[in-house]
């Protein structure tokens, strides 16, 4: 069973940056996908990152140019730097991930069989 704990959320005003961090257990790095999503209260869920477990990534493009997704396979651990900050970005955060013989990733959360509990990410403005 794969367990995941993310962290590395909180205030942060519009322009500001933060580093999500996702720590797992239970897996091997081989064949994982992984996925950032977010959620506000009363909208689905939607994705934001995803990566191949080659490093190949992939951004909703609200967020191009902005955040990056790294993971650090030694660590079991995948982090979403977010730059540049916006007020309308305020909500809780996730990390997701699948597991998939192809080298594969996705934004859609359809894909991903594990889920963190979240990480609120809040404008403090």
């Known amino acids: 069973q794969v367990h995941l704990v993310e962290s590395g959320g909180g205030s942060v005003q519009a322009g500001g940056s933060l580093r999500l961090s996702c720590a797992a257990s239970?897996?091997?790095?081989?064949?994982?996908?992984w996925g950032w999503f977010r959620q506000v209260p009363g909208k689905e869920r939607e994705g934001v990152a995803t990566?191949?477990?080659?490093?190949?990534?992939a951004y909703a493009e609200f967020v191009k140019g902005r955040f990056t997704f790294s993971q650090d396979n030694a660590k079991n651990t995948v982090y979403l730097q977010m730059n540049s900050l916006r007020p309308e970005e305020t909500a809780v955060y996730y990390c997701?991930?699948?597991?998939?013989?192809?080298?594969?990733?996705?934004?859609?959360?359809?894909?991903?069989?594990?889920w963190g509990q979240g990480t609120q990410v809040t404008d403090s403005s």
């Open positions: 990566i191949a477990f080659d490093g190949n990534a």
């Open positions: 239970g897996y091997t790095a081989r064949g994982y996908f």
């Open positions: 997701a991930t699948g597991l998939n013989p192809l080298n594969y990733y996705s934004l859609g959360s359809y894909a991903y069989t594990n």
